[in-house]
């Protein structure tokens, strides 16, 4: 049984399909008709508008509640965050930075993935940035596991967290937080960064290369949508082409061109 | 500290890096010298061979995880394991069903992220590969967090579980254990396969439209690397064009066909 | 000089260009402003509306001849005409067989590829297609080089041309049309296809397979644009990501399942 | 009838397929046994080896006779030389130029597009290449149609010819040419270049810009192959991901920064 003020996906096509919180009596209009929610409603129950069209009540992917939140900013897309799990570390109980929280889609999956071990630390500097990524959260993830920081950690002394796990940076010069994710992480721990041009993922790289870090790597990810249908098979005739590039690398414990020993 | 029989990445570049437990005072040898594991040793250490070659001691990522467990069988991806996470809920506290077990590389990545308070229930008919399952997650995952089961649910009575968030099939008849994953799985829940070949999505998809099943939905996910070098920036010449085409739904509570009341 | 009805390119930037045959004096309308065409107006000259907006006075490349034609329906794309050209062998000479005539884009390519040595045989069974086909052809080709024939090869006793070097198929049923590809080709030579589903890509191979065609070989061709602009270059988040297979065989001379001597 | 020295392909299967000249009695010896090349063989003939393996006498592709050529550098692939023919306005009667030669395999492609009417001039400065593309030429191209010039444009002058319609630059610092390239052409005419990193492309469009042409773009090209075979249909698992960026523009009157009148 739904609870109120649980989430569900309200579908009715492919391209037609609503994040809703429960509550008993409402109701919900389309253009195809209206439905009811009544008690008692399950995950997986048919829904019939007064005009005859079926409607399913489905849990949210987490690739839903990312894609739901209400958006401020560009958000991480499903297709990035999966790897960024992948490739970070990112598991029951790791602790990681993120910055900046943005609209909070990366936060709500991040919340989901490190459970009650883990924590994730969210820096924001804009006021009306992290408010509304503290509501997306609110709604869709976890808040009891993240803390969120309302400052820039460029001019603002770094993360003020050590230790961590991962670092990733989606903020348009991630260049300039490399410092700050080096006196962040645990040694041999990882940093990640997404950003769309070619030249912020160059200056990146270098700044890398001189602070400490290894392995560093950068790919692009392309989902093709196909479209399964009797005698009608075929790959989708449009796609999202580019979202970004993904950038990887870990933390060594000697910074090059500092002497050891 | 690196604790004995931790596992750490020796890595010496991009193509040359290697997955190793810790013991201590053991070598390592290669065609660019041999380094020795000292105590004390750390994450992010750098070691230099007698040939003087640098060695890096680093933390595995989750698809090191993956990619590093010894194969008897083709294994699921990082490229698509992402993927599976977010399109199947899994997340802190699923439940989650999966067969075959494999090599078990992708019961390696759904141990560390389900956590205590969640489970994987991996279903493998082949003694063999089941042992070789066992094996690679005691070396890279969270054992305690899998059950193992040794038989074909097709012919052998289905799962045996009920209430699961999310079933992820990865076997060259998916469409034979449709209607086991449909009793297997909770109300709304997520199911997901992947497979080479067009065909096998295609008779999947049919069954699964007939077998209560909807937001059927079929991808197949490109990864492409970026060299990131100073003016020699540009994509690698060669690339993995196919793994396979992933394929996902959600569990509806009344099977098409069936009248309801 | 550009003389009366040739064709040019009006090109105010990426997205606003117009193909435009000259007459002197005549002028174009645009929210930029209007531009007249004085005589003496050469390839490559700026001209500039009265409202300050520069436009260029351009070649038309192939590309833009093809895309350019007034659509009755779906047209070839230069990704794939490029490679159709390649594949198919069609050089200065060629004679060439297309079915059907579309609404001409192809030919307007293909006939002025072969020049006056090569020949265009184009075969269409809806006359409104036909007379569309003509009049983008003696606008952007050279209808000199080109036959059509208004008839249906399946049910009207095959093309009636032999001894072409190559043929090339954009109808939905290319499996219909093997035989009479087969008959009308010399020894060695080739065919094509384009079909946006697999399922008829499928067909057509069996059917190919069975009817004395070899070295079947299936493609498809996925272009990306790049904006390539200071501290901003990054593939275009958008693009085309199907619009069909391409397929590629050549005639035997010996059918499978007969005898030779 | 295959005339002596015509060169045709001796087809096994898809990865094994050899171009060569007719000489009548000559065999070819492979791993599968050896055939006879008999007087009066014809395109699309069966040759059956003493070890009963069969191979086909097939007609060239003009990516063939490409692809074939024997190769001291890198050379165009069809996946690009097709929209190189496209975006150039590359067609019966164009006159081109190619810088570099290379191994001569644009050259071929060319020579065999522009007909009798047309011309290709091709310049490489370094003599061994020249020599391997004429060679190349001689056996796969139309070496009437093709003027070869041993110089470089850069410190010798240019190109010393003008009015041509078509300018393709295969070198490694292609903005050297850019004005050069603008001499030779016509207004209103067609550049091209191709180059692997993202840099080079950077450092021409920026010249470009600077050197009267417009209308500049970049793509890439993936060409993936797709294995059709019933129930086991996929696309291949390996591709070549990227060979290089394609750079277009069109040459104006008047150069920026230029006054007019």
């Known amino acids: 049984m739904i609870s109120k003020d649980d989430y569900f996906i309200l579908y009715m096509d492919e391209k037609s399909y609503y994040m809703l919180p429960f509550t008993e009596n409402q109701s ?49 897309y499903p297709k990035e965050a999966g790897t960024i799990l992948l490739e970070l570390g990112i598991e029951n109980g790791s602790r990681v930075i993120e910055c900046g929280s943005g609209s909070g889609s990366l936060s709500v999956l991040l919340s989901r993935i490190v459970g009650p071990s883990g924590k994730i630390y969210s820096y924001e500097r804009r006021p009306e940035h992290q408010e509304s990524a503290i509501k997306n959260l609110s709604k869709f993830g976890k808040p009891e596991h993240v803390e969120f920081f309302l400052k820039d950690p460029v001019t603002d002394g770094g993360f003020g967290v050590t230790g961590v796990d991962s670092v990733f940076l989606d903020v348009p010069e991630p260049w300039t937080l490399i410092d700050a994710a080096y006196d962040a992480l645990k040694g041999g721990g990882f940093i990640g960064t997404l950003n769309p041009c070619i030249e912020q993922i160059q200056t990146t790289v ?40 993904l950038l990887f690398a870990q933390k060594i414990n000697q910074k090059p061109g500092l002497k050891s020993e």
Chains 1, 2, 3, 4 share one sequence.
């Open 28 to 76: 919900f209009s389309s253009h195809r008709g209206n439905v009811k929610f009544e008690g008692g409603m399950e995950y997986g129950d048919k829904l019939t508008s007064h005009m005859g069209t079926d409607f399913y009540v489905l849990r949210p992917t987490l690739a839903d509640r990312m894609m739901k939140v209400k958006r401020r900013t560009t958000i991480i």
């Open 206 to 245: 270098e700044k890398m290369e001189q602070s400490g870090f290894i392995r560093i790597r950068c790919i692009e990810i392309l989902v093709r949508g196909i479209r399964v249908k009797k005698n009608m098979t075929r790959p989708h005739d449009r796609m999202i082409a580019h979202t970004g590039y």
